[in-house]
């Protein structure tokens, strides 16, 4: 099985403010840093703002 993550380029932890780390999990619906180990996750029902 492959791996289904993708490297965030061009994008910096807010946590260790380290480049290019961030790396987006699609079937865990996570977006995590390979530096720090912080995490998001991403609510697959959202629309956009809610404005």
């Known amino acids: 099985m492959r791996d289904r993550s993708y ?11 380290n480049d290019n780390t961030l790396w987006l999990d699609l079937a865990a619906g ?3 840093c ?3 180990g912080q995490g998001a996750l991403i609510d697959p029902d959202h629309e956009g703002d809610a404005w």
């Open 7 to 17: 490297l965030l380029d061009g994008l910096r932890c807010s946590e260790c403010l």
């Open 30 to 32: 996570l977006v995590e």
């Open 34 to 36: 390979r530096g720090c």
